[in-house]
Nanobody, 123 residues
Framework: QVQLIESGGGLVQAGGSLRLSCAASGLTFSSYAMGWFRQAPGKEREFVAA????????YYADSVKGRFTISRDNTKNTVYLQMNSLKPEDMAVYYC????????????????WGQGTQVTVSS
């Protein structure tokens, strides 16, 4: 049974930082591209960042480029999202997802999803 468990969300002031983690089990982690997506109230889920199997390729949404960094540790079956200079518009539930195919921005390509972690940014 595949499980993706996110952690690290919380309340932070604008300009602050958070580091999200997503621990994976039940799959060969190093064979999956990993992605982070987010969904704010009343909005559709949107792509945030993705990383290839080895970590050699990374994609970012324009809205987070330069502020967020995705990384992975295949020895720990974990993917991370370092979020700096947070803005109120970053407030959302953040989901990690696993894609057995190559790195992708399209949520429909992802096979497994976590339950999400809430990020709240106060202005």
């Amino acid at each position: 049974q595949v499980q993706l468990i996110e952690s690290g969300g919380g309340l932070v002031q604008a300009g602050g930082s958070l580091r999200l983690s997503c621990a994976a089990s039940g799959l060969t982690f190093s064979s999956y591209a990993m992605g982070w997506f987010r969904q704010a109230p009343g909005k559709e889920r949107e792509f945030v960042a993705a990383i290839s199997w080895t970590g050699g390729m990374k994609y970012y949404a324009d809205s987070v480029k330069g502020r967020f960094t995705i990384s992975r540790d295949n020895t720990k079956n974990t993917v991370y999202l370092q979020m700096n200079s947070l803005k109120p518009e970053d407030m959302a539930v953040y989901y990690c997802a696993a894609d057995r195919g190559p790195i992708d921005r399209n949520s429909l390509e992802y096979d497994y999803w976590g339950q999400g972690t809430q990020v709240t940014v106060s202005s």
